[in-house]
């Protein structure tokens, strides 16, 4: 394994996502593809190793052989190498098509090869090892740009073609020989000679014709031509006219209607609060809040608990623990509400009193790569101290969807509640219509239960 002379600012550049992941985590999976498909291609996109304490990433690659930048060719090289890059790309290409035919299970290889295909600055990114060409800085561009302007096909037809007569300082406008001549300071030789006009001779009787004069072209011959582009450019103009006037209103309704629903939202949710503590005030059982369409999924049980508890290495000897799990790659939070007003969330709390996040499950932002997301994920609250007595109030809500917006699906959770070996479990559900999109798809919090601790 050998390390190519460039190190990546990841403050710089940003990372491709496809499915909510960083397209850096699904380069084995890629990398497996192309060693079945295409195995001449197996050494041609270089292996990220991202350091998050520098925030650096380092390429690497398999290839053997002498390490040579692309900003170090000569230009019959670089020739060369754009040939080889163009021939590469466009058996990607064709890869890319053929996943796209074989079905739905090949869709998300397929957008990963399209995001690989663009880079920040070919010239910087791409080397040769030995006889084989290797791509850096794959699936990224620059930070605050468009990915278009990254385009890897657009960056090899934007180079410079190779012209070995230009190099010599030929002009391309003439023949081989008069090129050696030029080379040689010889005069070139003259073209044949101007062969002499015939004496014309004119009769008395040509010369009194009168001379016939030249037919000069119809002024409005090309009107309707005129007519056509002045037709044209009016449709183009009201065509961007029409464009500028839809992204108005697009722009009005998330500005102003999706704020109002999500405040509508919230109020909704503020009133089934206080309906909740007035029945609870009262004594009476409370109201499921949970979708009339949406199926019932049984709530996790206390084994299956008990198997997360494990593989996250929970303590379960704890007076209190709460527990949330659900079964979907979604980012649900959990928070406790104390008796002195902290918060015990992801947010760190910094109260001696407080509890303890032992799991942060399926965390994603969108701005920095994902961590691995898991179908069975787990977040965990205990208190390793003496409680404070009162009560505590237990909320969910989802932070994130972790998918794109039109894939969108209500995600059930159960919430386990242990006091002195003693399991209570509520079941909740985060619908579509709690979610409100923004910068990020999540939801507000919701109440699930409160317990008290005695003094």
């Known amino acids: 394994m050998a390390r190519l002379p460039i190190i990546t600012q990841r403050r710089d550049i940003d990372v491709r996502i496809v499915l909510g992941q960083s397209i850096f985590d699904l380069y084995q999976q890629i990398q497996n593809i192309i060693q079945r498909e295409c195995p001449r291609l197996n050494n041609f ?36 190498a754009l040939s080889k890059l163009k021939e590469n790309a466009s058996e990607i290409t064709k890869l890319i098509d053929k996943l796209e035919m074989t079905g739905r299970s090949s869709s998300a290889a397929a957008l990963a090869f399209r995001g690989m295909l663009i880079t920040p600055d070919l010239n910087k990114s791409l080397f040769r090892v030995g006889d084989q060409l290797v791509l850096a800085q794959w699936g990224c561009f620059e930070h605050g740009t468009d990915a278009k302007s990254a385009d890897l096909f657009e960056q090899i037809e934007r180079q410079p073609k190779y ?15 008069e090129q050696e001549l030029r080379l040689q300071n010889v005069e070139e030789p003259q073209s044949h ?30 009107a309707p031509i005129y007519k056509n582009l002045f037709f044209w450019r009016w449709l183009i103009l009201l ?57 019932p999924e049984p709530p996790i049980s206390n084994d299956e608990f008990r198997n997360r508890q ?75 101290n ?50 409100t999109c923004k910068a990020v798809c999540s939801s507000v919090f919701k109440h699930i239960t409160e317990f008290t601790v005695q003094p």
């Open 45 to 80: 996109f270089a292996e990220p190793l991202s350091n998050a304490v520098r925030g650096e990433i380092t390429w690497n690659t398999k290839a053997n052989g002498e390490i040579k930048s692309a900003t170090d060719f000569s230009s019959e090289e670089r020739s060369i």
């Open 386 to 435: 003496n409680m404070i007595p009162g009560k505590y109030e237990v909320k969910v809500h989802m932070y994130s969807t972790n998918r794109q917006r039109s894939e969108i699906k209500s995600v059930p959770f159960t919430v386990q509640v242990t006091e002195n070996g003693r399991k209570t479990t509520y079941q909740g559900v985060i619908t579509p219509q709690d979610v």
């Open 193 to 222: 000679p101007p062969k002499a006009e015939p004496l014309k001779i004119t009769t008395e009787s040509e010369s009194s014709i009168d001379k016939v004069p030249p037919i000069s072209p119809d002024v409005n011959a090309n």
């Open 310 to 384: 494990s593989e996250n290495q929970i303590k379960t000897d704890r007076k209190f623990n709460v527990s949330l799990a659900w079964n979907d790659p979604a980012d649900l939070d959990l928070l406790v509400k104390q008796p002195d007003g902290e918060l015990v969330f992801f947010k760190p709390c910094e109260s001696s009193t407080c509890g303890t996040l032992d799991v942060d499950a399926n965390r994603c932002d969108p701005r920095y790569p994902c961590t691995s997301l898991t179908e069975r994920p787990l977040e965990n609250i205990s208190w390793p």
């Open 239 to 295: 065509l961007l006219m029409l464009l500028l006037v839809i992204g108005c209103l697009s722009k009005y309704w998330h500005t102003h209607l999706q704020g109002n629903e999500s405040s509508l939202r919230a109020e909704i949710s503020e009133l089934w609060d206080k309906v909740d503590k007035k029945i609870r005030e009262c004594g009476l059982p409370a109201i499921p809040r949970t979708s009339p369409n949406a199926p």
């Open 163 to 177: 012209d070995a007569q230009n190099e010599l300082g030929l002009p391309q406008d003439r023949t081989p020989i």
